[in-house]
């Protein structure tokens, strides 16, 4: 009997085990998409000031956001706080910005800017609580010098507004 049982268990022992993985495999697409609607550019007002309002010769950048599921993700949106290209500064440069729904495809987002947070400096962030469309401004002025008035040098400047949709 020792013997069957020792024999068996050898047997049994020898087996392969056999395992096989089973994939699951599936495509997700996006919910929320971001477009820049109207490129911005700096107006120079006088030496020292870098804007993108239109009254000073720039233009405000417009973001729209369209996105197909409500109370599903958070629009946030960063007006620059450095160049990220520019000639050799001189002096330091104090960034302000300031960020806006400017238009909406539903009446029901009448209240994002007044419900809306700001997370950091220079940033505001939106619930999106409708589906749909909301297009924002994201005006920026670079002030060069401090209270020396210090002139920006001539040369290209580029500043980034930094959009990005988060889930709630």
């Given at each position: 009997?020792?013997?069957?049982?020792?024999?068996?268990?050898?047997?049994?022992?020898?087996?392969?085990?056999?395992?096989?993985?089973?994939?699951?495999?599936?495509?997700?697409?996006?919910?929320?998409?971001?477009?820049?609607?109207?490129?911005?550019?700096?107006?120079?007002?006088?030496?020292?000031?870098?804007?993108?309002?239109?009254?000073?010769?720039?233009?405000?950048?417009?973001?729209?956001?369209?996105?197909?599921?409500?109370?599903?993700?958070?629009?946030?949106?960063?007006?620059?706080?450095?160049?990220?290209t520019s000639p050799?500064?001189?002096?330091?440069?104090?960034?302000?910005?300031?960020?806006?729904?400017?238009?909406?495809?539903?009446?029901?987002?009448?209240?994002?800017?007044?419900?809306?947070?700001?997370?950091?400096?220079?940033?505001?962030?939106?619930?999106?609580?409708?589906?749909?469309?909301?297009?924002?401004?994201?005006?920026?002025?670079?002030?060069?010098?401090?209270?020396?008035?210090?002139?920006?040098?001539?040369?290209?400047?580029?500043?980034?507004?930094?959009?990005?949709?988060?889930a709630q």
């Open positions: 009997m020792k013997k069957l049982i020792i024999t068996m268990s050898l047997i049994l022992g020898c087996t392969p085990v056999v395992a096989e993985n089973i994939y699951i495999n599936g495509d997700v697409a996006s919910r929320c998409s971001i477009v820049q609607d109207t490129a911005g550019s700096w107006g120079n007002p006088s030496a020292n000031v870098l804007t993108t309002l239109p009254a000073s010769g720039g233009q405000v950048p417009i973001i729209r956001f369209d996105y197909s599921l409500a109370n599903a993700f958070y629009a946030n949106i960063s007006t620059p706080i450095s160049f990220s050799s500064l001189s002096d330091s440069t104090v960034f302000t910005g300031v960020i806006a729904v400017t238009q909406s495809s539903s009446s029901d987002m009448s209240g994002y800017q007044a419900a809306s947070t700001t997370p950091t400096a220079n940033s505001r962030q939106y619930a999106l609580t409708h589906a749909g469309t909301t297009w924002f401004s994201a005006t920026s002025v670079a002030t060069h010098g401090g209270g020396n008035l210090t002139p920006f040098p001539s040369g290209s400047y580029t500043g980034i507004v930094v959009a990005s949709c988060i």
